[in-house]
């Protein structure tokens, strides 16, 4: 009896040790396979903007809508009033190879003040905003501040000294958005226009108007 005892304790340790050892993995969750960042523009341009369309252009009652709810014809002048990024986070990995700290979303801080990258842990690409910069998915929130200098295997001119290394499926710096703006013409109808599917832009038929 004591020695089945001793058995079951000696069996219940080790059990709880593998818990312990693998709690991080345990209680990490994977990111979704789509995020939609609202009204923060790729590239970090500007939302709102007056934009000339450069051919016709079917709007929709909302993104990736079914209903065609008005059209813009060529030349025609519109306001982009608001966008939707989809990002697609578990297709584009990096695994961390240096513990950093990153930026809270929209933080003016001059110093890192967000959440801490740890080390063998994976980050998550979501949207470029720009010189080289993305914002990226850790730990069920948003991460901002991952420069692509420092991760390996993805960008042409990374640093020797990388923090990261890009582990997920071939792709160019805009990765596999799609993007979509809310365009409103000047009788005030408004409607939705699909800009850029899998990180191609060449569906945005609009360019911007100098005021």
């Known amino acids: 009896m004591n020695i089945n005892y001793r058995l079951y304790l000696c069996a219940f340790c ?3 040790s593998l818990c312990c050892f693998h709690a991080r993995d345990c209680l990490a969750s994977d990111p979704p396979a789509e995020y939609v960042i609202w009204d923060y523009m790729p590239s970090a341009s500007v939302v709102e903007a007056k934009l000339a369309a450069t051919a016709h252009i079917d709007l929709y009652n909302a993104p990736r809508g079914n209903t065609i709810v008005s059209s813009i014809s060529t030349g025609e002048i519109v306001q982009r009033t608001s966008c939707a990024v ?23 801080s001059r110093t890192p003040d967000g959440p801490t990258l740890e080390l063998g ?8 905003i720009g010189e080289g910069v993305y914002i ?30 890009y582990v997920g499926e071939q792709t160019s710096e805009n ?4 993007v979509w703006y809310r365009l409103r013409k000047s009788d005030g109808t408004t409607g939705w226009a699909m800009v850029a599917k899998n990180g191609d832009f060449s569906y945005e038929h609009l360019k911007r108007v100098q005021k």
């Open 14 to 16: 080790m059990l709880l």
């Open 86 to 108: 989809y990002t697609h986070p578990q297709k584009h990995p990096v695994h961390i190879l240096k513990t950093r700290q990153l930026y809270q979303r929209n933080s003016r």
């Open 121 to 128: 842990d994976y980050v998550y690409l979501l949207m470029h």
């Open 136 to 165: 990226g998915w850790y730990n069920d929130e948003e991460v901002w501040g991952l420069g692509a200098y420092g991760i390996k295997s993805f960008w042409n001119r990374y640093s020797q000294e990388p923090w990261g290394e």
């Open 175 to 178: 990765l596999s958005i799609e």
